[in-house]
């Protein structure tokens, strides 16, 4: 029997050789080598965690980094990365492929030379600057046209002025096209989450009452592949152009056109569907509404979306729903119309050969920002009945959900066919499975990866490099430490006035949002995060995307100072 000690040192030249060949040139795709990153696109850290479980990964793979990551963007315009897989496990730690995810976001007009060019660039600036890998999109890339673009390119360097033009110009004609048409995009997006509700539906009174273990797994298939078509992909497609208001927003502020602090007055004037959850939170507590609504309205909710282990908000005490009243902030309700707009600024958008003025721009933003999050709070109620269905089909065969996390979705989904017809043979097969993938884990537990892995070299000596958090607000305020963790029930906690402390920027955490929170630290999350967009929403003070360094400080203490205005926290 090898020792897991050994058996780390055989898993890290694993790792190696599998980083060697995942950085070999491919024929379809741009780009010299790669880099992995657990932060640079679709976030897998801040979505299923740093070490994920079994099942929260293949769900996450079916669900986004599979196929629907490149779908949504081809359908936007930009180059097809088809048949590239996004994400890859390295000892059970998800990363991104970089060369895949830097490849998709260049237009689809581009010449393969100047696509090839631009691609080897881009990894080149993140070798060079990997702190800003979980900010890819805003610092590193150049996914769409803004007001600033044509000068962050030309300070970088590295292209001719015919590679130049032809990016900017392709980015031009793509983001007019993208947002002049965003209405009309929006509504086909809200019909595909209308149609994946009706399933949802359908699926639910079809298996009500039903008790046996292949018909919870048939149920959760039925739900997949509609949840990944019909929710994420339209979701994705939403947070894309989401992306681009905030590019759009920021480029205003970088051309001085605007300050700071009025874009921050725009982002907090626009309500969300966490607004609305308080709103409809503060109902049932002043006893205007009943808690059943509101349940069947947010019961699904939980606080890591893909975790089956994480109870949803409808497992929540009663007790926690009906105590004392929703903190009601006057800035949650401050919903002033801030006009930005200015013939100055439609001017500076005309001379930059955009075809909308600043009116349209702010309509655009406001909206897209809004669907982004409304698309997510949607798609995820099947997607919870998913895992619904997976826990129960896993207790029907003797398995809790802390050991169902331990599966992967195709042994998990195998059970519905008929082959599988004997309680006795299922389980048995299951916990083998599970057993297996268990003990697999104790191993890679003890391997310590980085954030970015860019040479073989950075898997035999871990530099943990401080990140750059995203704070959000100019305030500076001080509080006691509360650290939640995705099991954490609510009741009991008094909030008031606490700094909140979470591992990642999950909407699934809008309940601690009741109370009159000091601020919020979390340890994953990018600039335009579901929790970034909530701090602006209620004027709150972040810090979003601490890193593993400033969290582990921030963690343990017992008071911190959050100084969003000189971006630092004082452990006090």
């Known amino acids: 029997h090898v020792s897991l000690e050994e058996s780390t040192g055989v898993i890290i030249e694993e790792l190696k050789l599998r980083l060697q060949r995942c950085q070999g040139k491919l024929p379809h795709i741009p780009g010299q080598y790669t880099i992995l990153s657990d932060m640079a696109d679709?976030?897998?850290?801040?979505?299923?965690?740093?070490?994920?479980?079994?099942?929260?990964?293949?769900?996450?793979?079916?669900?986004?980094?599979?196929?629907?990551?490149?779908?949504?963007?081809?359908?936007?315009?930009?180059?097809?990365?088809?048949?590239?897989?996004?994400?890859?496990?390295?000892?059970?730690?998800?990363?991104?492929?970089?060369?895949?995810?830097?490849?998709?976001?260049?237009?689809?007009?581009?010449?393969?030379?100047?696509?090839?060019?631009?691609?080897?660039?881009?990894?080149d600036v993140l070798a060079c600057n990997r702190q800003l890998h979980d900010k890819v999109e805003f610092e590193i890339l150049y996914t769409c046209f803004d007001l600033s673009v044509h000068d962050r390119m030309r300070n970088r360097g590295g292209l001719s002025e015919e590679e130049e033009n032809e990016i900017l110009n392709a980015l031009k004609?793509?983001?007019?096209?993208?947002?002049?048409?965003?209405?009309?995009?929006?509504?086909?997006?809200?019909?595909?989450?209308?149609?994946?509700?009706?399933?949802?539906?359908?699926?639910?009174?079809?298996?009500?009452?039903?008790?046996?273990?292949?018909?919870?797994?048939?149920?959760?298939?039925?739900?997949?592949?509609?949840?990944?078509?019909?929710?994420?992909?339209?979701?994705?497609?939403?947070?894309?152009?989401?992306?681009?208001?905030?590019?759009?927003?920021?480029?205003?502020?970088?051309?001085?056109?605007?300050s700071d602090d009025m874009l921050q007055e725009f982002l907090g004037s626009i309500p969300t569907v966490a607004t609305q959850f308080l709103k409809d939170l503060h109902a049932v507590r002043?006893?205007?509404?009943?808690?059943?609504?509101?349940?069947?309205?947010?019961?699904?909710?939980?606080?890591?979306?893909?975790?089956?282990?994480?109870?949803?908000?409808?497992?929540?005490?009663?007790?926690?729903?009906?105590?004392?009243?929703?903190?009601?902030?006057?800035?949650?309700?401050?919903?002033?119309?801030?006009?930005l707009s200015s013939t100055h600024i439609d001017k500076m958008l005309t001379d930059a050969g955009f075809e909308f003025d600043s009116r349209c721009l702010l309509s655009f933003a406001r909206s897209a920002i809004q669907a982004r999050e409304e698309s997510k709070f949607r798609f995820t109620r099947a997607l919870s009945c998913l895992l619904e269905y997976l826990a129960k089909g896993g207790e029907l065969l003797g398995v809790t959900r802390d050991e169902i996390q331990y599966a992967t979705l195709p042994v998990l989904l195998r059970f519905r066919n008929p082959e599988w017809a004997s309680v006795a043979k299922a389980s048995q097969y299951l916990r083998q499975r599970i057993d297996e993938k268990t003990e697999e884990r104790s191993a890679f537990d003890l391997v310590k990866l980085p954030s970015v892995i860019?040479?073989?070299?950075?898997?035999?000596?871990?530099?943990?490099?401080?990140?750059?958090?995203?704070?959000?607000?100019?305030?500076?305020?001080?509080?006691?430490?509360?650290?939640?963790?995705?099991?954490?029930?609510?009741v009991g906690l008094d909030l008031a006035g606490k700094i909140v402390v979470i591992d990642n920027a999950d909407p699934g955490y809008d309940w601690i949002f009741s109370f009159k929170i000091g601020g919020l630290i979390t340890k994953y999350g990018g600039v335009a995060s579901h929790m970034a967009i909530r701090c602006h929403e209620f004027d709150l003070p972040g810090a979003i995307g601490?890193?593993?360094?400033?969290?582990?400080?921030?963690?343990?203490?017992?008071?911190?100072?959050?100084?969003?205005?000189?971006?630092?926290?004082?452990?006090?």
């Not at 890591?304 to 309700?333: A, G």
């Open 42 to 123: 679709w976030n897998p850290s801040e979505i299923i965690g740093d070490k994920p479980t079994t099942l929260s990964y293949s769900l996450y793979r079916e669900l986004v980094t599979h196929r629907t990551w490149h779908e949504a963007r081809t359908s936007q315009g930009y180059f097809d990365a088809f048949e590239g897989e996004l994400m890859l496990s390295m000892a059970r730690k998800p990363y991104i492929d970089t060369r895949h995810s830097f490849a998709s976001f260049t237009p689809a007009s581009l010449s393969a030379a100047t696509r090839e060019k631009l691609v080897d660039l881009y990894l």
């Open 173 to 258: 004609r793509q983001t007019n096209k993208l947002v002049l048409s965003f209405d009309e995009e929006r509504t086909k997006d809200y019909q595909q989450l209308d149609a994946l509700e009706w399933h949802l539906s359908s699926v639910q009174k079809l298996f009500s009452g039903k008790s046996s273990f292949h018909e919870c797994f048939q149920a959760a298939y039925l739900l997949l592949e509609h949840t990944r078509k019909l929710g994420v992909l339209p979701f994705a497609r939403l947070a894309r152009t989401g992306f681009i208001a905030k590019s759009l927003l920021s480029s205003l502020v970088e051309k001085d056109l605007i």
């Open 286 to 339: 002043s006893g205007t509404s009943s808690l059943e609504a509101f349940l069947r309205e947010y019961g699904h909710l939980r606080m890591n979306t893909y975790d089956v282990s994480s109870p949803r908000y409808d497992r929540f005490s009663t007790d926690f729903w009906l105590s004392s009243p929703v903190s009601t902030k006057s800035n949650s309700q401050r919903r002033a119309s801030m006009e």
């Open 454 to 490: 860019v040479s073989p070299a950075d898997l035999d000596i871990v530099e943990i490099s401080e990140s750059r958090p995203n704070f959000i607000s100019h305030k500076c305020v001080d509080g006691f430490v509360v650290r939640l963790k995705k099991n954490n029930q609510p």
């Open 546 to 572: 601490c890193g593993e360094l400033i969290f582990s400080r921030v963690e343990s203490a017992r008071s911190v100072r959050l100084d969003c205005k000189t971006g630092v926290i004082f452990v006090i």
